[in-house]
Nanobody, 124 residues
Framework: QMQLEESGGGLVQAGGSLRLSCVAS????????RAWFRQAPGKEREFVAA????????RYAEAVKGRFTISRDNAKNTVYLEMNNLKPEDTAVYYC?????????????????WGQGTNVTVSS
């Protein structure tokens, strides 16, 4: 059973940076995507960024373009989310996820595996 474990969350002031990591318990297959979603209090879980496991193509939500960078280390089965110029509205629980789909999707339903989440709090 594939398991995903996030780390790197915390409390940071507005304008600061954090780097999230997500390691998979098994080697990721050659297809599919690794992604980050987030869920703020009282809101739906939303797509943040995704990266293809082969090729490293990326997708970003409009709200984080230019501030967040997703990357992966295939040898370590790990995906990262570098978050810069953080804003209070970035405060949320951030979830790592994995999809084995052939085509990219920002829909939660396309992702079969999820981590437990890591808290990110940005103070103003």
């Amino acid at each position: 059973q594939m398991q995903l474990e996030e780390s790197g969350g915390g409390l940071v002031q507005a304008g600061g940076s954090l780097r999230l990591s997500c390691v998979a318990s098994q080697r990721t297959s050659n297809n599919g995507f690794r992604a980050w979603f987030r869920q703020a209090p009282g809101k739906e879980r939303e797509f943040v960024a995704a990266v293809t496991w082969i090729g490293g193509s990326t997708r970003y939500a409009e709200a984080v373009k230019g501030r967040f960078t997703i990357s992966r280390d295939n040898a370590k089965n790990t995906v990262y989310l570098e978050m810069n110029n953080l804003k209070p509205e970035d405060t949320a629980v951030y979830y790592c996820s994995l999809s084995r789909a052939a085509l990219f999707s920002s829909n939660r339903a396309a992702y079969s595996y999820w981590g437990q989440g890591t808290n990110v709090t940005v103070s103003s």
